[in-house]
Structure formats: C-alpha cells, structure tokens
C-alpha cells in the first residue's frame, strides 16, 4: 500500500508498506543501506509472534509524477472488467526503485533520512499511535 505526498519543500514522496518480501524485491540497488539489520529485526520481530512490516520511499520528479498519475486517472475511472487489472498495472510502475527506510512493530515508523514520522495504523489502533506522538523525538 503506498500513498504520494508532496512536503512543505514542495518535494514529492512516494512511501510504501507491505510485507518484506514484497518491499524488498522493490528496492533500488542503492535502497538496500538497511536490508541487512531490517531483516534481522524482523526475525526477532516475528519470532517474539509480532506482525511486521516494511517501510520504504521514493522522492519522484514533478514530471514523473505527473505522467504518473495522468495513467492512474484513466485506469481508475476506466469501465469495464480490466479496470482492476489497469490500477494494479499502474500502481506497480510506481512502487518500483525504493529506499529501504526501516521495519516497525508499531504504529509509528521513524524515517530518520527524511526527517519524519509517520503512522502507520489501523483503524483500532489509531487512537493509541496518535497519543504516542508527543513522546517521539
């Protein structure tokens, strides 16, 4: 699951959860400064019975982005029986060429190469990620 965002610098970031597995055959050969320690929390991770996850971003150009999302409208108002088929094409020419930023148990994720932190939560847990947010540094 990924969403775009544009910073108050006007940059625009792309940031990615999901299973290892499927994060970590997207990254950027230079996105892998972490994969060694990342795998190595989560097995601890998923051996202390955790649910994990992996967290990775990608800073796009403003072209990029908009050529991007000029096909994302046309799959996504698309009618018809390929119009999933479409959106999952077009979703997986984005999350491609990720940085490894980190794995979390919690819903907080720390991404300290961007400056930021972000929560990562569902519904249920929502509330509790939020009120931990004066806590972090």
């Not at 990254?27 to 892998?32: E, R, T, V, W």
């Not at 020419?93 to 569902?122: C, F, H, N």
Request: glycine letters at 8%; proline letters at 4%; hydrophobic letters at 40%.
């Amino acid at each position: 699951m990924s969403v775009i965002v544009r910073d108050e610098d006007g940059s625009i970031i792309l940031f990615c959860k999901g299973a290892d597995s499927i994060i970590f055959d997207r990254l950027s050969k230079n996105g892998k400064m972490y994969l060694e320690a990342t795998t190595r929390h989560l097995n601890e991770y998923g051996e202390a019975g955790l649910r994990t996850l992996a967290l990775a971003y990608r800073k796009l150009d403003e072209q990029e982005y908009f050529d991007w999302n000029n096909k994302f409208q046309k799959a996504k108002t698309a009618v018809g029986p390929d119009r999933d088929a479409m959106l999952e094409h077009v979703s997986d020419i984005m999350e491609r060429e990720l940085i490894l930023d980190g794995s979390k148990r919690s819903p907080l994720a720390v991404l300290p190469s961007l400056g930021l932190i972000l929560v990562v939560a569902r519904l249920p847990i929502l509330d509790g990620g939020l009120e931990m947010l004066p806590f972090c540094p």
